[in-house]
Nanobody, 120 residues
Framework: QVQLVESGGGLVQPGGSLRLSCAAS????????TAWYRQAPGKERELVARITSGGSTDYLDSVKGRFTISADNSLNTLYLEMNNLKPEDSAVYYC??????????????WGQGTQVTVSS
């Protein structure tokens, strides 16, 4: 019903920047929020940044001031601008969409993930 495809990951040196994109296809009755999560080896998946359908944003404390989440609704694309990257930002980054498929039922949809590696 909904497909999410991430792109933009890669290898970058500490202090560098990357821009992740997530292209969405399909349709939902109503979107609640879209978000970026990440998961490093041996760690649980964590919320990095989220933007609601009303435009409100929130961020993981460790990325505040460095990462910016945005959405281009005309392109059905979610972005994550990451600046001043640190080795601890290395992880697989996942795009997430939470929405209602009908008036009563909501679900989480996930992309396949894109690897971000910060290393010199």
């Amino acid at each position: 019903q909904v497909q999410l495809v991430e792109s933009g990951g890669g290898l970058v040196q500490p202090g560098g920047s990357l821009r992740l994109s997530c292209a969405a296809s399909g349709s939902l009755f109503r979107i609640i929020a879209t978000a970026w999560y990440r998961q490093a080896p041996g760690k649980e998946r964590e919320l990095v940044a989220r933007i609601t359908s009303g435009g409100s944003t929130d961020y993981l404390d460790s990325v505040k001031g460095r990462f910016t989440i945005s959405a281009d609704n005309s392109l059905n694309t979610l972005y994550l601008e990451m600046n001043n990257l640190k080795p601890e930002d290395s992880a697989v980054y996942y795009c997430n969409l939470r929405g209602y498929s009908d008036v009563a039922n909501w679900d989480d949809y996930w992309g396949q993930g894109t690897q971000v590696t910060v290393s010199s």
